[in-house]
């Protein structure tokens, strides 16, 4: 299980939003590039990285931004936030993405899906954010009639290799994940997942870690390393 430092940007800026609100913003960094080298320089091994103007707009808003990010680091990152059409997906991949994630574009639309993993294999990740139950797309805006289990079995089906899992009530507000859902998802598929929210410190990481889950590959944590609450090399090294 390796731990994934989040940058979240809104108009060139790190921030992180309060389960999904982009009326809840908290703002860390103007400077998205010199956080990516601080994370790399703590030890992590990936980066996730979410253009929050491109899923809430559904096309590419910050590509210039997280393109220089992917550029000055040495280690892979992940991109994800309003990617909606093959040409996105190539972009950043070409830009040297090791890995894109798709939310809106997939869900409901195992066609699209399938002509991509077939075009990209592994590099096509799909994001699985729920609320209440039920999942939700469009920058967590728009609720579908899809629960977590009937998403992640969509997407097996359509050949996806990893997925991303995050239950927007716990993004963001430093209370622990929701370890029994995680628990029942880990159980149901044999898909990798990615856990992220919730994530309040090193407390946190050794209950997934405890979890004993062979396809809980990783954890995505956002305001909880921003603010200190838990120290990025302590968090790798509980992980491993």
């Keep these: 299980m390796i731990v994934i430092p989040a940058i979240d940007i809104i108009q060139g800026r790190v921030v992180r939003l309060q389960q999904g609100d982009f009326t809840k913003e908290r703002s860390y960094s103007d400077d998205p590039v010199e956080v990516a080298l601080n994370w790399q320089a703590k030890g992590a091994g990936f980066l996730h990285i979410v253009d929050l103007d491109g899923a809430r707009e559904g096309k590419i808003k910050n590509g210039d931004t997280i393109s220089r990010i992917i550029k000055s680091v040495r280690i892979p990152c992940e991109v994800g936030g309003g990617l909606r059409t093959v040409e996105d997906v190539e972009y950043f991949l070409k830009e040297g993405a090791e890995r894109v994630i798709l939310g809106t574009s997939a869900i409901g639309n195992m066609d699209f899906l399938k002509k991509l993993v077939f075009r990209f294999g592994g590099k096509i990740v799909v994001s699985i954010d729920f609320k209440e ?8 805006l728009e609720k579908t009639g899809l629960t977590p289990v009937d998403a992640i079995e969509q997407v097996r089906k359509a050949g996806v290799g990893i997925i991303v899992v995050t239950d927007i009530a716990t993004d963001g507000v430093l209370r622990g994940p929701n370890i029994e859902i995680l628990r029942k998802i880990l159980a149901v598929t044999d898909i990798s997942v990615v856990a992220s929210g919730g994530i309040s410190g090193l407390g946190d990481v050794k209950k997934l870690k405890g979890l004993g889950a062979k396809n809980l ?6 305001r909880a390393l921003y603010e200190g609450k838990i120290d990025l090399e302590e968090a790798i090294e509980a992980a491993k």
């Design 133 to 140: 139950g039920r999942v939700v797309k469009r920058g967590w």
């Design 217 to 222: 590959k990783g954890i995505i944590i956002g």
